[in-house]
């Protein structure tokens, strides 16, 4: 068990460093969780460190349940029962306040949403996994940058949501990867909200000078 999410970016460090040894890297952290991961790597790798968000698409009548997500571009990652809900007449309106929530949080963070990865290899960071919809919208989102390779590392991720993950053909450094999964907070001592203030500050510190 990690003791909290720092210990999570030092854990993950270990099995980073020599991975991305002479390669062009950025930290590209999913707020709010994985930015405390993600600073922890960026600062023992003397790494840049970035955030990225998508939201989960959720059926009008069930708010808990992820059936795909979307960037702020639009680009969407459709889970495997979408089209059960996708004719709702509703679902549309759904599709586009998640989209123009993305984008504002995306701006409130770092300002707008022009990226330019510059062929990087790119470690992708969150806290924890679960279904995996958003970082699968995220990842598809990636695939059509112009980045070198991406690495996805995540304290822990259920084994069946690493398969799916595996499909996009990139590699995935995870510290646990349990069979019986019920929430990513059960792996950790303390597991805190993390404030959106805490995410500025940190992000702050990575501004160009």
């Known amino acids: 068990m990690m003791h909290d999410r720092l210990h999570a970016g030092k854990l993950l460090t270990e099995k980073l460093v020599d991975l991305v040894k002479n390669k062009d890297c950025l930290v590209l952290a999913i707020p709010r969780g994985g930015v405390i991961v993600g600073d922890e790597i960026a600062r023992r790798l003397s790494l840049s460190l970035d955030v990225i968000i998508s939201k989960k698409i959720t059926p009008p009548d069930y708010p808990e349940y992820a059936v795909g997500a979307i960037t702020y571009d639009g ?3 459709y889970g495997h029962e979408w089209e059960r809900y996708s004719n709702d007449p509703r679902f549309a309106a759904e599709i586009n306040k998640k989209k123009m929530e993305v984008t504002r949080q995306i701006e409130a963070y770092r300002g707008n949403t022009n990226y330019n990865f510059d062929d990087k290899t790119i470690i992708l960071v969150d806290d924890g996994i679960a279904t995996g919809a958003t970082v699968c919208a995220i990842l598809q989102w ?27 053909g990139i590699q995935i450094i995870a510290l646990k990867t349990p069979m019986e999964f019920s929430s990513v907070g059960q792996f950790y001592r303390r597991f805190d909200q993390v ?15």
């Open 75 to 77: 680009v969407l990652y």
């Open 142 to 168: 990636l695939l059509k940058k112009q980045v070198k390779e991406i690495i996805l590392a995540t304290p822990v991720i259920p084994f069946v949501t690493k398969e799916i993950i595996k499909q996009f």
């Open 195 to 209: 404030p959106d203030q805490i995410v500025v500050s940190i992000l702050e510190k990575y501004k160009p000078k």
